[in-house]
């Protein structure tokens, strides 16, 4: 799954996608944007300028500073594919970000997509 199309797809141009559908639902920008610093480990600012940059998918996720390690916690299907038993790599990060996304606009509370193991 190397040479996947999304690999090479800039971060900025699915972005808006993801956005456009939590506020549909009615979440927020920030709370897309809280969802990908807590699962990349980017800041906001670091978060911004790699899409001012289009980093793309790939490039993305492996410069991301410290992916939480709680991410294995997301279980779950994203287009017919249980995320759970994909093989770690890029694609696994991409499927991630899907499904929590997806959480988002389904309404789930926020302690409960960032899986805060404390409660």
């Known amino acids: 799954m190397k040479n996947h ?32 610093c807590w699962l990349t ?15 793309d998918f790939e490039a993305f996720f492996n410069k991301a500073p410290m992916k939480n390690p709680s991410r294995s916690l997301i279980t779950g299907v994203v287009c017919g594919i249980r995320v759970e038993e994909l093989e770690e790599g890029t694609m696994k990060e991409i499927r991630y970000l899907d499904k929590l996304v997806d959480e988002l606009a389904k309404g789930k509370s926020m302690d409960k997509i960032l899986r805060d193991v404390t409660k």
């Open 5 to 36: 199309k999304i690999f090479t797809t800039s971060v900025s141009d699915v972005y808006p996608h993801y956005v456009a559908k939590a506020e549909r639902k009615g979440r927020t920008k920030e709370e897309v944007d809280d969802v990908i």
């Open 41 to 55: 480990g980017y800041s906001q600012a670091e978060f911004e300028t790699e899409l001012s940059k289009k980093t």
